[in-house]
């Protein structure tokens, strides 16, 4: 499976999340008087993770604040102005720009942990693989398939075993 660190350009995410999540915020006014703005709210908050979570951090943010903006423009009272009367109205409106930060902020280090662990699982196949081939292999055989295992997992180019003078008896493993 391919991951990626970044779904999409930053800047086109934000735009997106911002000008659906305000399309979203103008599409609830009807319903405004039947679901009460905490309903309104969490609907926004479940935009700004959606965006969040396909967008990236860029996306949450740029969500966010477009969300308490749209939310103190249709939703708060006066209506259609950006100001909000109600300290409830105004909490409400700084937790929607902390949802969005949170969650765009934990896309971004999922992101990274799905890296992380797609490299350790990598180191993981390599060593299990260099395993099978020092217990399947001999000598001969063996050295120039750990090079090319070694080269593969430290990124380089090349990579030359040399045996050096021996001083004294090596010990040997055994089964």
Do not use: K
Not at 19 to 26: H, Y
Not at 34 to 52: E, K, R
Not at 106 to 123: F, S
Not at 158 to 174: D, I, K
């Amino acid at each position: 499976m391919e991951t990626r660190s970044e779904p999409y350009d930053p800047f086109v995410a934000g735009l997106l999340a911002a000008g659906s999540l305000v399309v979203l915020a103008a599409l609830l006014v009807p319903l405004r008087s039947w679901l009460g703005n905490t309903n309104i709210a969490l609907v926004l908050v479940v935009g700004i993770v959606a965006a969040a979570a396909v967008g990236g951090r860029a996306a949450g943010v740029a969500g966010s604040v477009a969300a308490a903006l749209a939310y103190g423009f249709f939703h708060t009272v006066p209506h259609y102005e950006l100001h909000i009367d109600a300290r409830v109205d105004r909490i409400t409106t700084v937790l929607l720009l902390v949802v969005g930060i949170l969650s765009g902020e934990i896309v971004v280090r999922v992101q990274r942990a799905r890296a992380v662990a797609g490299a350790r699982e990598q180191e993981l196949v390599r060593l299990r693989r260099a395993a099978h081939l020092s217990a399947s292999t001999n000598a001969a055989q063996l050295i120039p398939l750990l090079e090319e295992e070694i080269a593969t997992a430290l990124g380089l180019w090349y990579c030359r075993f040399e045996p050096g003078p021996l001083r004294a008896e090596m010990p040997h493993l055994t089964r």
